[in-house]
């Protein structure tokens, strides 16, 4: 069974950081692409941030181009997120997705095929 399993939300005041975790078991992802989504109060599921298999290639959203750095570590089948500068804006659920079929970017959430439960990122301000 794949599971990913997200960690290192919480809540933080504006201008803070935080770093987001995406553990993967059940199958290797080191060939396939990784994502990060968010899901705000009364908003629909949002791309984040993207990275291919190796891991040289990322994309990102605008609003968090410039604050917010994906990563990851394929000998811990293990994806990051490290957002710094952040925003009350940026308060949302955030969301890690695995791609089983494509090494190359993926910026749609139909493009993956697993997903997280989530972990909640609060900013106050």
């Known amino acids: 069974q794949v599971q990913l399993v997200e960690s290192g939300g919480g809540l933080v005041q504006a201008g803070g950081s935080l770093r987001l975790s995406c553990a993967a078991s059940?199958?290797?992802?080191?060939?396939?692409?990784m994502g990060w989504f968010r899901q705000g109060p009364g908003k629909e599921r949002a791309f984040v941030a993207a990275?291919?298999?190796?891991?040289?290639?990322?994309y990102y959203a605008n609003s968090v181009k410039g604050r917010f750095t994906i990563s990851r570590d394929n000998a811990k089948n293990t994806v990051y997120l490290q957002m710094n500068s952040l925003k009350p804006e940026d308060t949302a659920r955030y969301y890690c997705?695995?791609?089983?079929?494509?090494?190359?970017?993926?910026?749609?959430?139909?493009?993956?095929?697993?997903w997280g439960q989530g972990t909640q990122v609060t900013v106050s301000s």
């Open positions: 059940g199958r290797t992802f080191s060939g396939y692409a």
């Open positions: 990275i291919n298999y190796s891991g040289r290639s990322t």
């Open positions: 997705a695995g791609d089983g079929r494509h090494s190359g970017l993926q910026f749609n959430a139909g493009g993956y095929d697993y």
